[in-house]
């Protein structure tokens, strides 16, 4: 495979144990090993991670910015507020 055909992998790393991942970056690597040695050493020199994933970017589903409604505020679903239910008396105050 030449190196111009490499994939583009994203790169997550995880800084300290019981931290989420976080996106560091993107990298090209003729493989998923491959991508995890460079990603190593391209983002984690000083020890800065303590796990790394790899995701080819092509792998990747994303939403599409246009469609708006995906993100509307929660104050246009009455129902996710709880004024919207009665709450019995013997409960008190929430």
Known sequence: MDKKEWPLWEIFIRSKSG??????GSLHAADAEMAIENARDVYTRRNEGVSIWVVKSSEVIASDPEQEYMFESAKNKIYRHPTFYDIPEEVGHM
Not at 19 to 24: D, E, T
Request: zero cysteines; glycine letters at 0%; a positive charge.
């Open 19 to 24: 931290l989420s991942h976080k996106h560091a």
